[in-house]
């Protein structure tokens, strides 16, 4: 079964540093998707950035961007110039094939310190 | 289009009665998803549907949870008898075909 390891429960960011979420996920398949969603306090999740593992090319979206480390399992979402907005819960969600359940991690508290 | 539309958006119940979540899903989308959170075991699957066929309800806790989807427009996911433990944000998302899921706004359901 395939398996989403976030193991930092929470992180603190300055208002316009840089932060890097971590994730790691166990699969045998080789048809799959990772993704990134927040949530804030209002609790609806939002889809902040796709990756397909046939990709070699790391996505981004505007200040967000990841760190597919295909072999290592790894899928780390950085976010650049933190604004106080980003504050929020993220999860980290794996993906087989493209029509299927999500996977979610346990989900790591970002703060952000104004 | 107005997203997926879950009501209610709160719900508090007594043990031993019967509780319906709705959910209604953006048009065109041929997949649906109930998930579950809760502090203990996080965001968890309980059931989709393709196409109004269930597809996967290993996740689904016991026979006290039932789900139905009589049509393209419209789910529900009903506990009976509902308990303590059944407390929890139940989310339902769609999808159409290689495409990504959007989640609805989520139920908060409390039994005391």
């Known amino acids: 079964a395939q398996t989403v390891t976030q193991s930092q429960p929470e992180m603190s960011v300055q208002e316009a540093e840089t932060v890097t979420l971590s994730c790691t996920y166990d699969t045998s398949e080789s048809d799959y998707y990772l993704f990134w969603y927040k949530q804030p306090p209002s609790r609806q999740m939002i889809l902040v950035i796709r990756?397909?593992?046939?990709?070699?090319q790391n996505a981004t979206e505007n200040r967000f961007s990841v760190n597919f480390q295909k072999a290592a399992k790894s899928f780390s979402l950085k976010i650049s110039d933190s604004q106080l907005g980003d504050a929020a819960m993220y999860f980290c969600?794996?993906?087989?094939?493209?029509?299927?359940?999500?996977?979610f991690g346990k989900g790591i508290t970002l703060s952000v310190r104004p | 289009d107005a997203g997926v539309i879950q009501s209610p958006r709160h719900e508090v119940t007594e043990m031993g009665q019967e509780v319906t979540l709705r959910c209604k899903p953006i048009s065109g989308h041929d997949y649906l998803f109930w998930y579950r959170q809760t502090m203990m075991r996080g965001l968890e699957l309980l059931i989709y549907?393709?196409?109004?066929?269930?597809?996967?309800d290993s996740g689904m806790p016991e026979d006290r949870f039932s789900a139905k989807m009589p049509n393209a427009s419209f789910s529900t996911l009903k506990i009976q008898p509902s308990e303590p433990r059944d407390s929890a944000v139940y989310f339902c998302?769609?999808?159409?075909?290689?495409?990504?899921?959007?989640f609805g706004q989520g139920t908060r359901l409390t039994v005391v």
């Open positions: 969600a794996y993906r087989h094939g493209a029509n299927s359940k999500l996977t």
């Open positions: 549907f393709n196409n109004n066929v269930p597809i996967d």
């Open positions: 998302a769609s999808k159409a075909q290689n495409t990504e899921a959007f």
């Open positions: 990756q397909e593992a046939y990709k070699q």
